[in-house]
């Protein structure tokens, strides 16, 4: 008996986990932002920093770009070496990634099988849940308090139910909001010895001036049990556009999955040089970071006296409740030349996440938020 297959269209095709995923949310073009304000741009949507990247990274690339026509060295081994001796760790328990965020998913293809569970916080960063479910994976998410703090009481309910995968990040992304060393080290104890714990640091820099931010490396150095720390030189050493995170693992097998699933050339040359020159470069590290920490307090001080309610932040962002839709604020700001991360995770309609820019970028920021809410309330 013959079978007669119907034709096929592109979206008969899909993977129904794949149909129905979210899209990630990059936030506002910022030529179209441009075109519809007129004004310079102020972008406070990605996390960046306004503060550039040290003299020796545009050195190393500089002296680099006369080889592009050669394939990167796919393991990344210098780089892979200069993190270790960096971290006190062997080589071979390092994996690079095109953005820590590609290491994400690496850990959720080499580790996910359908209906498996993921528990991770909320609200969160998106692709926690994403990358996940693009697996058929299912997604609890834990609530913060109201005060945006650790509810260790959901956390332990939450771990009791068995995931495979523990995804959580510290300090937080969007509220910034840091775990103690004893916060931290609960989640630990609690996550089932038959689950990978994915700690994701990618804020870690900026949060480590203060005494009770713990190494979170430090705290699961001496566990046996399956774990992943993700770092990245996107945020606090200020390589967004070259795209290069890291993972260090409790062991050199869990390294080995993520590179069977890992594409061979997937952190190139450029942005392997130019992050052994930024690891190299502590003094222009220290200077972003300490920047970066009196604009926070700043900021947040100046939305406060405004009437704002602000998440405490141990990052380089505020998470902020307009008291309206973030939606309209966020388009009402784009007719200043000013971007913002709109929030939609149900519950937190209302947020905005502000990403901290120099001192006269956030002032302008500042001035135009509180002149918007005045407007919504006459």
């Given at each position: ?9 592109s979206?008969s ?9 979210p899209?990630?949310?990059?936030g506002?073009d910022p030529?179209e932002v441009?075109?519809?304000s007129?004004?310079?741009v102020?972008?406070?949507s990605n996390?960046e ?6 003299p020796a990274?545009?050195e190393?690339?500089?002296?680099r770009?006369?080889?592009?026509s050669?394939y ?5 081994k210098?780089l892979?070496?200069a993190?270790g001796r960096?971290l ?5 328990r390092?994996?690079l990634?095109?953005?820590s965020e590609?290491?994400?998913e ?6 996910l099988?359908p209906?498996?569970?993921v528990t991770?916080?909320?609200p969160g960063?998106s ?7 693009m697996m ?7 609530p913060?308090?109201a005060g945006?703090?650790?509810d ?5 309910d939450a771990?009791?139910a068995g995931?495979?995968?523990?995804f959580?990040a510290?300090p937080?992304n969007?509220?910034g909001?840091?775990?103690s ?8 104890a ?14 870690c ?9 713990p190494?979170?490396?430090a705290v699961?150095?001496g ?5 992943i720390?993700?770092r990245?030189?996107?945020k ?11 993972g260090?693992?409790?062991d050199a ?5 993520l590179?069977?699933?890992?594409t061979?050339?997937?952190v190139?040359?450029l942005a392997q040089d130019?992050a052994?020159a930024?690891?190299?470069d502590?003094?222009h ?7 970066t ?5 700043r ?5 406060r006296?405004k009437g ?6 141990a990052?380089?962002f505020?998470f ?8 309209r604020?966020?388009r ?8 913002v ?8 309609e209302?947020f905005?996440r502000?990403s901290?820019?120099?001192p ?9 938020l509180?002149e918007?809410?005045?407007k919504?309330?006459r």
């Amino acid at each position: 008996m013959n079978h007669v297959l119907e034709p096929a269209t592109s979206a008969s095709l899909v993977r129904r986990e794949v149909a129905g995923l979210p899209a990630y949310d990059p936030g506002a073009d910022p030529d179209e932002v441009a075109a519809l304000s007129g004004a310079r741009v102020i972008k406070l949507s990605n996390n960046e920093s306004p503060f550039g990247v040290s003299p020796a990274v545009a050195e190393a690339v500089r002296l680099r770009l006369a080889g592009v026509s050669r394939y990167p060295d796919p393991t990344g081994k210098r780089l892979a070496e200069a993190i270790g001796r960096s971290l006190a760790v062997p080589a071979g328990r390092v994996v690079l990634g095109n953005g820590s965020e590609n290491i994400l998913e690496l850990v959720c293809q080499a580790v996910l099988d359908p209906g498996d569970l993921v528990t991770t916080q909320a609200p969160g960063f998106s692709l926690h849940e994403i990358f996940p479910r693009m697996m058929g994976a299912r997604v609890e998410k834990v609530p913060v308090t109201a005060g945006f703090g650790f509810d260790a009481a959901a956390w332990g309910d939450a771990l009791a139910a068995g995931p495979k995968l523990v995804f959580l990040a510290n300090p937080c992304n969007p509220t910034g909001a840091m775990l103690s060393a004893g916060e931290l080290e609960r989640v630990v104890a609690g996550t089932p010895e038959s689950a990978l714990l994915v700690l994701d640091e990618a804020y870690c820099e900026f949060a480590r001036p203060n005494p009770e931010y713990p190494d979170g490396l430090a705290v699961l150095r001496g566990q046996d049990r399956p774990w992943i720390v993700l770092r990245t030189f996107s945020k606090a050493y200020g390589l967004a556009g070259i795209r290069v995170g890291y993972g260090i693992a409790s062991d050199a097998a869990l390294i080995q999955a993520l590179d069977r699933v890992r594409t061979p050339y997937n952190v190139n040359q450029l942005a392997q040089d130019a992050a052994i020159a930024a690891l190299g470069d502590r003094a222009h590290l220290a200077e972003t970071v300490r920047r970066t920490g009196l604009e926070l307090t700043r900021v947040a001080d100046l939305l406060r006296g405004k009437g704002f309610r602000v998440a405490p932040s141990a990052a380089n962002f505020l998470f902020i409740d307009t008291g309206r839709r973030s939606d309209r604020v966020a388009r009402e700001l784009h007719r200043a030349g000013i971007i913002v991360k709109a929030w939609r995770e149900p519950g937190y309609e209302n947020f905005i996440r502000a990403s901290l820019s120099t001192p006269e970028d956030n002032d302008v920021f500042v001035q135009c938020l509180a002149e918007i809410r005045a407007k919504g309330t006459r």
